[in-house]
């Protein structure tokens, strides 16, 4: 059995010097790891070693590449008690490569592939001695993402697991041991941040821009989903998504969108082809507008009241409102933080979606002075469900309560008989909480609720199926994709009866098995009800 203690006890072999196999070799010199390169194109290994030159310069760390040795030659990689495999992603390929390294580098020599969305498992039957086969999946760029996923295939042994955890740590990552299925853990459970963002643009419910936008400063992501494809190449990001469909026999979860295979259709794969789902003709900013500030401008404080009704699905509108200088006072009744009208006020109505919403709304219609504007929160419920049922909808605009806490922008939507008054009403309010509004059109979920509740539930199916514990799934996350929140801990945050009664609404309204809530979800948010 073969322990790894120290970086000077791993003689590292790194099959394939691309971009995988250059970084993690780039890794293991600067964890001070002896390194061997091999790669069947010598063009690679040149531009592999100037790569590595230049990184190990810059970080004045030279020295190291005296450990370095680049080779087309198949027998070096005979020295390595460690290998790692970063060839193309090719079944056919990887196979054929596993039985001649299992030939060539007998027992105990550990042997990893860096695969993305293969099956371990079906790798490592290509070799005579598959318990000393494991995934070892490595984020790009690998020199800098903290994240290793230890794969344990049907055929590995614990002693082989063990080992590729310790050489992780080894390399300074943190490791997280995974089953073998399709998409491991950070690719699954990331399959909703495209799929669904893909499906808004092509549903019409917001541009590529918009939704990046409200991805970004209404959630925090580092970037938004388009921005992210075309970084990571539209071709590769859709051949993940097919190779997790074909190996789940259909799952409609990962089913393709036809907006993405469009793109690879024309060559429009991203920045590496110049053309994305933007254009790279010069470097495109993904410069945000600036935050509003927050008060009521022109208007003294006092002239203006708001009426909270059921603020429950909007955590923290009521602190913004009276930070902005709204008049603002508890009222009797459920939920409700109201203050009656002065004459002169302009009345504005937040009703947070709970129980008996409708009928809320009709008695609030009847009380309110006729130019009083209504916001009604709408992440489990369409706009046109309640406007439907108002005698007087061309006040009506939606907004996404469950985001608004910590976001810099508010999504809104507009009733289909919005008033311009309203609408300019609408945006002035939001503006004067410090939000930047973002009209959307009516759809369910809107726009982060659909992403951020599908991302939770994609976690939540994978905790399920004993992939991973659910902080595990958590953390990786957040190192391997960057991810703000971890979505399970994000749910709970969110409130898991919040987030089952979007992932409903959405299954309701678009009648697609694809938004079915997770079984474990369900029961933790009855655990939360009972609580
Ligand atoms: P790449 O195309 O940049 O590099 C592949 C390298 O393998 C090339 O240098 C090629 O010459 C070499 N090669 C081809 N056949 C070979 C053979 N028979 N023997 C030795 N070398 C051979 O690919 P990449 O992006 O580095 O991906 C490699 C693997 O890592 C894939 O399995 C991929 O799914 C996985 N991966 C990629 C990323 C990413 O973001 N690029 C992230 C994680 C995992």
């Not at 105990?108 to 993305?116: D, E, K, Y």
């Not at 955890?165 to 909703?192: C, M, Q, W, Y």
Request: with cysteine; hydrophobic share 45%; net charge negative.
């Amino acid at each position: 059995m073969i322990q790894f203690t120290t970086p000077l006890s791993i003689r590292l072999g790194v099959v394939g010097a691309g971009t995988m196999g250059s970084g993690i070799a780039l890794t293991a010199l600067l964890a001070d790891m002896y390194v061997t390169l091999y790669d069947v194109n010598l063009q690679m290994l040149e531009r592999a070693w100037s790569y590595i030159d230049r990184y190990l310069a810059r970080k004045s760390r030279s020295s190291n590449l005296s450990r370095l040795k680049l080779t087309s030659e198949w027998e070096d990689l005979g020295k390595a008690n460690f290998i790692i495999e970063a060839v193309p992603e090719d079944l056919a390929l990887k196979q054929d490569l596993f039985s001649r390294l299992d030939a060539s580098c007998p027992p105990p020599t550990i042997l990893a592939t860096n695969t993305s969305t293969l099956a371990v498992t079906a790798i490592a039957a290509s070799a005579q001695h598959p318990e000393r086969v494991v995934g070892m999946h490595f984020f790009n760029p690998a020199p800098v993402m903290p994240l290793v996923e230890v794969v344990r295939a049907a055929q590995t042994d614990t002693a082989t697991l063990q080992a590729a955890s310790a050489a992780a740590k080894l390399l300074g990552k943190t490791p997280i041991e995974v089953r073998d299925i399709p998409g491991f853990i950070v690719n699954r459970v990331a399959r909703p941040f495209y799929g669904e963002a893909l499906r808004l643009a092509g549903e019409g419910i917001a541009s590529y821009e918009i939704i990046d936008r409200i991805v970004r400063l209404g959630g925090g992501f580092k970037m938004g989903p388009f921005q992210l494809m075309d970084l990571i190449g539209i071709d590769v990001n859709l051949a993940a998504t097919q190779s997790m469909y074909e190996q789940t026999y259909g799952e409609p979860r990962y089913r393709p969108y036809y907006l993405q295979v469009q793109m690879v259709q024309q060559k429009a794969l991203g920045r590496k082809t110049g053309r994305g789902f933007y254009l790279y003709d010069a470097e495109p900013t993904f410069d945000d507008p600036p935050r509003p500030p927050v008060g009521l401008g022109a208007k003294a404080a006092g002239e203006q009241a708001v009426y909270i009704a059921g603020g429950d699905w909007a955590p923290g509108i009521a602190q913004a409102c009276q930070q902005a200088g709204y008049l603002l006072a508890a009222a009797p009744g459920r939920g409700y933080l109201a203050l009656a009208p002065t004459p002169d006020s302009v009345g504005l109505v937040i009703a947070g979606i709970s129980e008996g919403l409708k009928e809320k709304l009709a008695s609030l219609e009847r009380q309110l002075p006729a130019e009083a504007l209504i916001l009604c929160q709408c992440a489990d419920v369409t706009l046109m469900e309640l406007a439907a049922d108002m005698k007087a909808p061309e006040r009506l605009v939606g907004f996404d309560g469950l985001f608004f806490a910590d976001g810099q922008v508010a999504t809104l939507v507009a009733s289909p008989t919005l008033t311009d008054r309203a609408r300019q009403a609408a945006e002035n309010f939001i503006a004067s909480l410090g939000r930047l509004p973002i009209w959307v059109n009516d759809a369910p979920g809107l726009v982060l609720p659909r992403i951020v509740c599908m991302l939770a539930n994609e976690a939540a199916f994978a905790a399920g199926e004993g992939i991973a514990e659910p902080d595990e799934i958590d953390r990786a996350m957040q190192l391997g994709v960057n991810y703000p929140k971890g979505p399970l801990a994000w749910a709970r945050e969110l409130g898991l009866v919040r987030v089952v009664a979007v992932l409903d609404h959405l299954h309701a309204e678009l009648g697609e098995e694809r938004y079915r809530v997770a079984p474990l979800l369900r029961r933790w948010a009855r655990l939360e009800r009972m609580k």
